[in-house]
């Protein structure tokens, strides 16, 4: 970018930062200004003291007009500094308290500059026509004038975060009156040609204060761009924040009754995930419904598709309150596949439903990992998949082919999603099935599974997990008694169930289970 174009807009986020740094700045400036304005006058006072004095009374005098001259000189020069002092503490203490922007500062540090600069410069030059001087000193007054707007050039640049651009705009007008004076012929000692040269470079006094503000106003807007995006991180941040209350909000509450115990712990990787979990108790019934699912994908993005698929649950459920799981995942199986795989959108599931009256369990798993059934005896057993992942076939080809087991008090239902077992540690290696399962035979069992299996999986990847982890557990901790023995009864619905019934340790012994 050229240290003259057009400064970059403004209008961001950033912009309150921008106008407060211009205000403060302002005042720098001025105090700078005010802080070399006293020392020039000082150092006039008391170093140049005599020429102050009309010497018209001194017999030393040889040259009686010249130091008449020098006298009015010095005085000019005096009144210019006292003067641009005035103004210099006009805008710091009235003007400043007005200014509200950026646009506001830097057009009122431009006319600062102008004014200040013109009485410099009126100080300096405004005489030199009319007075007897040599052309040598004139020479040197000249020059002063245009060290004078380079020395107010080089502070402004320094500490205005502004453009070169903007920079140069109040300094043009004072070149030309400066040029001016110069080409004026009884004005210093040189030739036409000389001056001007002297007047072609004199924009030269600009650069160094000129290169100084393109770095400083090129770091000016990265820290502005830096403060942009912070702005917008925190901005997203807070807008996740808020999401991940209305996501949470979708999640169930733990369960208890007695009978039927329910929990989990879900730890996304970001503010919300993909990962969802769905709970529903008839009480009127006994059963209740436990249902996992894992979308494809991280983030926001799958968050929305969970968004989704919980609407489509409490439909469900809401139309066919008593819908088994091989109902539910055929319907969320048609829902996904009619209105998100298009998308490439998929996900996979488990879906549970426990009878507390008879201790039968039915299960649907699309695509899913193998939950687990820990017996109170300590021995571990898979439920393996029954169905192809959701979405990925349509609602005449999709099987549930839905199981059926028969549970005991005391039997835990381990339930997880595949950041679970596909977290690694800092060699690679996964925390894999194989470890889920020696994690479900710790004895004695923990008071909390779904704490114990997260606590582990989370020492495993040491803080470096790469999706979202969700553990959720169903425990029967008693068969509900509706009138006649629960024992009894549990065995009628088993032998009632037929072949579509199996036993556990036989699921177990086919699927090659680890006990």
């Known amino acids: ?3 003259f174009s057009r400064p970059a807009p403004l209008e961001t986020s950033a912009q309150p930062q921008m106008d407060a740094l211009a205000r403060s700045r302002l005042t720098v400036y001025c105090i700078v200004l005010l802080v070399l304005g006293s020392i020039d006058a000082g150092r006039f006072i008391f170093s140049d003291f005599t020429t102050l004095v009309a ?3 001194s017999a030393e005098t040889a040259d009686i007009a010249a130091a008449n001259v020098n006298a009015l000189r010095g005085w000019a020069h005096l009144g210019g500094l006292a003067a641009a002092l005035l103004v210099i503490v006009y805008f710091l203490v009235i003007q400043r308290q007005r200014l509200a922007t950026y646009k506001q500062v830097i057009d009122n540090v431009s006319l600062l500059i102008v004014l200040v600069g013109a009485l410099l410069l009126a100080a300096r030059l405004v005489f030199l026509p009319a007075l007897p001087a040599i052309n040598a000193d004139k020479t040197v007054w000249v020059l002063l004038g245009i060290v004078d707007l380079a020395v107010l050039h080089l502070a402004a640049c320094m500490i205005m975060p502004w453009s070169a651009r903007e920079s140069a705009i109040p300094f043009i007008p004072l070149l030309l009156v400066w040029t001016m004076v110069v080409l004026i012929p009884d004005v210093g000692e040189w030739e ?8 072609i470079m004199s924009p030269i006094v600009l650069a160094p204060g000129a290169m100084i503000t393109s770095w400083r106003r090129k770091r000016s807007l990265e820290d502005m761009e830096r403060l942009r995006l912070g702005e917008q991180v925190r901005s997203i941040g807070g807008e996740l924040s808020r999401a991940r209350i209305v996501h949470d909000a979708m999640f169930p509450r733990p369960y208890d009754n007695g009978h039927v115990c329910f929990e989990y712990e879900y730890v996304p990787i970001h503010e919300i995930g993909g990962d969802y979990v769905h709970f529903h108790a008839d009480e009127n019934t006994g059963c209740t419904y436990l249902t996992l699912l894992d979308v494809a994908g991280h983030g926001l993005a799958a968050a929305l598709t969970v968004n989704r698929l919980f609407g489509e649950l409490e439909r469900i459920r809401a139309e066919n309150p008593d819908a088994t799981p091989a109902g539910v995942m055929s319907l969320l199986n048609r829902y996904i596949n009619l209105t998100m ?6 996900a996979t599931g488990a879906c549970f439903m426990l009878d507390s009256r008879s201790g039968q369990l039915h299960w649907v798993n699309a695509g899913h990992p193998p939950s687990l059934l820990r017996r109170p005896d300590g021995r571990v057993f898979d439920m393996k998949g029954t169905a192809m992942l959701l979405g990925a076939q349509s609602y005449a080809e999709f099987e549930p082919n839905q199981q059926t087991i028969g549970l005991s008090p005391g039997d835990v239902v381990i339930a997880y999603t595949d950041g679970a077992y596909e977290a690694r540690n800092a060699a690679g290696e996964r925390f894999g099935i ?23 999986v989370s020492k495993h990847h040491a803080g470096c997990a790469d999706d979202d982890v969700l553990i959720a557990t169903l425990t029967l901790r008693s068969l509900r008694v509706t009138g006649v023995d629960s024992s009894s009864r549990a065995n009628g619905e088993r032998s009632a169930a037929g072949d579509r019934t199996h036993d556990v340790e036989t699921v177990a012994a086919e699927s090659a289970s680890v006990t």
Do not use: E, G, K
């Open 434 to 456: 194989a470890r889920m399962r020696q994690t479900a035979l710790f004895n004695p069992p923990p008071r909390s599974w779904t704490r114990f299996i997260t606590t582990a």
């Open 1 to 3: 970018m050229s240290p």
């Open 55 to 57: 010497p018209a009374s």
């Open 341 to 346: 795989a298009r998308h490439n959108l998929y």
């Open 192 to 199: 036409i040609f000389d001056r001007v040269v002297v007047v």
